[in-house]
């Protein structure tokens, strides 16, 4: 557990507030002030800065809340390890987004099974912000992600390099004899994934790379649930962009077909990441090694 003036600056930093701070630790404002001041007087160095009622952390400040952060989250590991049953290995609690789960994750939770017999094991489907909330929380210890994630802050371990495609239904008015820029793509609607996946942001920042937007496409459909968004395009509703891995079985089956595409397409790296200096990080090293052989195949 973590001394209460830590709390209260790692508090402040969420809530951005002295008074809002003050009510949720259930301690007085001054009580606050006083305790990021002890802090500062500690570390010889100013933590926030509070003009116009808009807080915000110094580079001393950011330094300290990113430390605190993976030391909370350390501490969580700790407990849950010790409190587990000596009949029991450690749990295993880790996310995946969606792109990974839809082809892999079937696989993984059957390696897992087998390898850890005695854990309990918890897995999380959801997008990249979230999964990068979690572990710095410590509601989890590891993660398998796609798309962008603060390099700075997590020790990641590339599992494969997938290529970005552009499909459509088999029927869908895309002829596969000739190619496509992204300009020729605007008339049709774009199926997208939720904001905050890692499949919508590298899409993003392709679009953007051809100086465009998801917003430059005749009409946008946004759905959080990759079934659906391919029976969508299957069913010829309009055109999206997916790694391959999660189509290929659809486009063998020739329910849905590749975009020939002449600037867009590109290939993005799926990572196993957890916190920078964990005191985990040889269990979580193994378990990428023992991972890595699943996304060869």
């Known amino acids: 557990m973590l001394d209460t003036r830590y709390e209260t600056f790692l508090t402040l930093c969420h809530e951005k507030n002295y008074t809002k701070t003050a009510e949720k630790l259930f301690i007085t404002q001054p009580a606050v002030s006083q305790h990021i001041k002890w802090l500062e007087e500690r570390y010889n160095t100013k933590l926030v800065n509070y003009k116009q009622r808009q807080l915000t952390l110094t580079p001393g400040g950011q330094k300290l809340y990113d430390y605190l952060i993976n030391l909370k989250a350390q501490i969580s590991k700790i407990e849950a390890d010790i409190i587990t049953d000596d009949k029991k290995s450690p749990p295993l609690n880790f996310s995946v987004t969606l792109s990974i789960s839809d082809y892999y994750l079937p696989r993984i939770m059957a390696d897992f099974t087998t390898r850890y017999p005695h854990s309990n094991i918890a897995c999380h ?140 397409e590109t290939a993005h790296n799926f990572y196993f990441i957890y916190l920078k200096d964990s005191l985990f990080s040889v269990d979580y090293d193994a378990i990428f090694t023992h991972l890595q052989p699943l996304f060869k195949t």
């Not at 410590?138 to 390099?151: M, R, S, T, Y």
């Not at 998801?214 to 946004?222: A, C, G, K, N, P």
């Open 125 to 264: 489907v959801e997008n990249t912000q979230h999964i990068i909330k979690k572990l710095q929380s410590g509601a989890i210890d590891f993660a398998l992600v796609e798309g962008n994630f603060p390099k700075e802050l997590f020790t990641s371990h590339k599992l494969s390099t997938e290529p970005f495609i552009g499909v459509c239904g088999k029927d869908f008015p895309i002829e596969l004899n000739q190619t496509y820029s992204i300009d020729d793509l605007y008339d049709f609607p774009l199926i997208i994934r939720e904001d905050g996946s890692g499949s919508r942001l590298i899409l993003e920042h392709l679009l953007a790379e051809q100086n465009s937007t998801v917003h430059d496409f005749e009409r946008l459909l946004s759905v959080g649930n990759l079934p659906t968004t391919k029976n969508l395009v299957a069913d010829n509703h309009g055109i999206t962009f997916l790694y391959e891995t999660v189509v290929k079985e659809d486009l063998e089956n020739m329910t849905l077909k590749r975009i020939p595409l002449r600037s867009l």
